[in-house]
Structure formats: structure tokens, C-alpha cells
């Protein structure tokens, strides 16, 4: 049975303007964290780490990228999400096509399609239930206590109510955004890429 995701109210006063950010604001998103966590969430989604036959993104990506989404206006998208980027931390001591241990996906919301850098919001999904709390509580501005959330629902919390500040988060987002988007169009046209089934 799927978790549902959880994300708190900001605890600064006033409240971070992007933590649930208003209707109107233009941001790029990202949303990402432990596999764990993620598969908690999609648990019947399928992943495609084959190398030679990997798609983007994967079937993971828009599905995350929606209940972040409706966790953070209120309401579903009103259109079709498109996810910009997606990052798969590979186990390094495996073969590449055999394990990864974390995920994330990048979408935007109301971002021109000629703004290549956009304000950006960046949510790490914190695992609570393989270490009873003990990371939640070692990096984030408040306590967490892990009954409400082992076997309930997953944590996701927005940057500014971490102990990382991310001074980097709008740079290295976006600069992602654009590798991949630059990247996409060179390799589009050198060759045909498969799609798991």
C-alpha cells in the first residue's frame, strides 16, 4: 500500500516565501531522497536502470513529481507535468545497471520557456523508518518523532527548514536543467533511445 507524502508547514515567522509557495510564483521544483522512501511512496512503479535500454524519465519521475505537486498548491496540475530532470545515485559498487539508491526528478511550475534560470525550490525527501529518526533529527530545524511517521507517511521538507542552507540549490538545479535540455538535443538526433516496457 502506497504512503502518502507529508510535507510540513514551514516553522520560520514569517514563513519561507517557497515553502508551499502561492498559485501564482513561477518556480522550479525539485523533489528527491532516499529509494527507500520514494518506492514507499510509488510501490507499484516500475524502475528502468538498463543502461542500454533507458528511458527519461523514469516511469517514477512524473508520478513523484505530481503528488509533490498536489502537496504543495492544494490541488492536482491543471496540465500535462513535465519533468525537466531526474538524478539516479547509483551504488557505486554495483554495475550501473543493477542498483541505485536514490531518485529525484525536477519539474517547473509556471517557468517561461525562456528563463533559464528560475527561483528554485529544492524538497529532500527524509528517511524516517531505517534509522527510528536519528538523520531527521541530526538535520532538520525540529524534532521529529518517528511513530508518526514509520508505516504512516514520508517526510519531504523544503530547504529552508533544514540545517543545509543550499546556497548552491537555484545554480546547480538549473544548471542540470539546462545540461539536460542541451544534452537531449545532441544525443536525439545521434540515436533512438528504448523504452522500457
Known sequence: MALPLYIPSCIHTPVDRYHLPPHDQPLRIQIEGPL???????????????????SFPQPAGPELARLA????????????L??????????PEKRPEELIDYYGVTFDHLVPADDS?????????????DDNGVYANTWLLFAVDPGEFIGKKVLAVPRCCQKRKGTQDRWRVNALVDQRVHGWETLKGAKEFGKCN
Do not use: F, M, T
Request: hydrophobic share 40%; with cysteine; net charge negative.
Open 36 to 54: 527507500i522512501a520514494i518506492q514507499r511512496l510509488l510501490p507499484h512503479i516500475s524502475w528502468c536502470l538498463d543502461i542500454s535500454n533507458r
Open 82 to 91: 513535465v519533468v525537466r530532470d531526474e538524478y539516479l545515485g547509483w551504488i
Open 69 to 80: 505537486y498536489q502537496k504543495l498548491y492544494g490541488r492536482d496540475h491543471p496540465g500535462d
Open 117 to 129: 534560470n528560475p527561483e528554485v525550490l529544492q524538497i529532500n525527501i527524509i528517511e524516517v523508518e
